[in-house]
């Protein structure tokens, strides 16, 4: 069967590929539904990466962020009409064996940060397609109830599961997030759900995106004259990212955690010095694995999870041609105010 | 109830390959009629499918139907030496299928493998109330009409014409009985369902096509195909 793939070719430019479905012995047909733009999309999107990492990446198919539906499962995991959340990522067993990869065996860690695991939409062709095949293990079955346009956020609320991992819950007393977007508003929807009684504090610097962190404490830096943290976290990401983790250090406790979330293309300049005189351990958290994803399918079924990603679904598309897909790019792109993306479907 | 009826019985002479009409000739390891054939099994609006194909292709056809698992095929059945009597035999095996005359019937080329879901989801749908439909896209160049092949006797205003492609999609009743009022009336060699049921006044409805919903029926077609294929086979893994 043929199926068209959206790939970018070059920055700005996006064009339509006609590929076969895979051989479907031991894998499943999924019909692609819903899907979401990631900043990373858009980096690739506009060419916001080193020329020589694009060079090596284009022609890539963007987007990691889907839900589809089973059309065919002739390994008998699924059932015909199967609502999955589709896992962008996948690692080849031989990689335990490589000792290289020794910390990567650790749960907290993951699969997902062998440095030749495979990324949807960054080291292969995302999701932005008709139909996708994957062995049933790529897959997670998540409630038929729920609206792809609230699943879709599943990739995201993934990330911030992984990071939740990494913190030991029993020494939290007091949680700072730094941010005040999409994946700020991410994480706090997971410590919200998975943490109710948490004393959490959302640090931000747009009074309008504060108000969506209904039930946190919210805080500006300048601003704050309160008690210091014991795990702060940072998803901030891009430019402000420096500034953010500086102002982490900062309001950090001597022995405090940092989990770092935002990308930043530029290095960036911290405080070591009060990281040395605090004792203070950073983790950088930006890889989910299959487990984050079954967790979160789970997380769906409640509805103050559903309420509060309901906030984030900015406009619906339909995708027709390639000119409905830079709209929705377009669309992301310019939002500058609202925390939430311009889903698109087929 | 929606049965599609695929049409694969053409000789394939103008493909200049006469031992294998182009339906059957293999891209990337699969017979071309099967890509086909495999986007009207995995929609869901389509219950069942009929094949009508070249004679001696028939059990080839049925092994291939098992092997890609194309639970939705119902029937096999054998063309005739024209497009009009391939349709009515495959209609005489649809008819044993249908349990309504207003079942809708989706007839389609095994030549365009590039159809979308979205075409066939549009016929089905508009058929649903009009009871007849063609598939088509609007013409982009301007068409010229000559009588003699040597000076033009019209041109035709272009804002006023389209090119048909398939699916052409019919209730059960309204293609039976245009078929078999033409058999009746001995009208010859209709090339175009639309236009049989037209000749018997009745309103075809249009539905938007797909310049990617070409038919394979020239070689430069299938360089074509095969040239956008080649182009999707590019996935990166670093």
Redesign the interface.
């Known amino acids: ?5 959206f ?1 970018v070719t070059s920055p700005g430019v996006i064009e339509k ?5 895979e051989d ?1 012995d031991n894998k499943v ?1 999924v ?1 692609v539904d819903t899907m979401a733009i990631c900043k990373a999309d858009i980096r690739y999107f506009l060419g916001n990466r080193d020329i020589n990492v694009l060079n ?5 198919a963007p987007i990691h962020e889907a839900v589809g539906e089973v ?2 499962d ?1 390994t008998g995991t699924y059932k015909k009409g199967d609502k999955v959340i589709l896992v962008p990522n996948s690692f080849d067993d031989k990689f335990y064996s490589d000792n290289s990869n020794r910390r990567c065996h650790r749960k907290d860690l993951g699969d997902n940060y062998y440095p030749k695991a ?1 990324f949807r939409s960054s ?3 995302g999701f932005l397609r ?2 996708y095949t994957c062995s049933p293990d790529l897959l997670v079955k998540y409630d038929e109830s729920i609206a792809p346009s609230i699943a879709v956020f599943s990739e995201l609320l993934s990330v911030a599961t992984a990071a939740l991992r990494r913190i030991d819950f029993n020494e939290v007393e007091k949680l700072a997030l730094f941010g005040d977007g999409i994946m700020a508003y991410i994480v706090y929807i997971m410590l919200r759900y998975d943490h109710p009684d948490l004393d959490l504090t959302v640090f931000g610097i747009d009074d309008h995106k504060l108000e969506a962190f209904k039930d946190a404490r919210t805080a500006k830096f300048e601003e704050y004259k309160g008690e210091k943290f014991d795990t702060l976290i940072e998803a901030v990401g891009g430019k402000f990212s420096a500034d953010a983790i500086n102002n982490m250090i900062d309001l950090s406790i001597p022995g405090a955690d940092l989990i770092l979330m935002g990308v930043n293309e530029e290095k960036s300049p911290i405080n070591t010095r009060l990281v040395l005189e605090k004792g203070l351990s950073l983790k950088g958290v930006t890889r989910s694995t299959k487990q984050d994803f079954e967790h979160v399918a789970k997380a769906l079924n409640d509805k103050g999870v559903q309420e509060a990603l309901s906030i984030m679904v900015l406009s619906q598309n339909k995708i ?1 041609n390639v000119g409905d897909i830079y709209k929705c790019f377009e669309a992301d792109i310019n939002n500058k105010t609202e925390i939430g993306k311009n889903l698109m479907h ?1 | 109830m929606n049965i599609a009826l695929i049409l694969a019985a053409g000789s394939g002479t103008r493909m200049g390959n006469a031992d294998k009409p182009k339906q059957f000739l293999p891209i990337y390891g699969k017979p071309l009629m099967i890509h086909t054939i495999e986007a009207f099994e995995i929609n869901d609006d389509v219950d069942k499918i009929v094949i009508v194909t070249n004679e001696q292709y028939i059990d080839q056809v049925k092994v291939w139907c098992k092997q890609y698992d194309l639970g939705k095929v119902r029937s096999v059945v054998a063309g005739g030496n024209s497009r009009q009597i391939s349709v009515y035999n495959g209609l005489k095996a649809v008819e044993e299928l249908v349990s309504s005359p207003d079942d809708i019937i989706v007839i389609h080329d095994a030549a365009r493998p590039l159809i979308s879901q979205k075409i066939i989801n549009d016929n089905i749908n508009v058929c649903k109330e009009f009871g007849a439909v063609d598939t088509v896209i609007k013409a982009s160049d301007t068409i010229i009409r000559s009588k003699d092949n040597e000076i033009i006797s019209d041109i035709p205003n272009r804002n006023e014409l389209y090119q048909g492609q398939t699916p052409q999609t019919f209730k059960f009743k309204i293609i039976k009985d245009a078929h078999e009022k033409a058999l009746k009336e001995a009208i010859p060699n209709v090339t175009d369902d639309a236009k049989l049921v037209l000749s018997f006044g009745i309103d075809v409805h249009l539905v938007e096509g797909s310049a990617q919903n070409f038919k394979i029926t020239t070689f430069d077609d299938l360089m074509m195909l095969k040239a956008l294929l080649k182009l999707g086979k590019t996935e990166v893994v670093l």
Not at chain 1, 17 to 21: E, G, S
Request: hydrophobic share 45%; proline share 7%.
């Open positions: 069967m043929f199926n068209n793939i790939k590929f006609i590929d076969t479905v479907m047909l019909k090596h990446k284009y022609p890539l059309v065919k002739p495979v080291t292969a062709d008709n139909y027709n087929w």
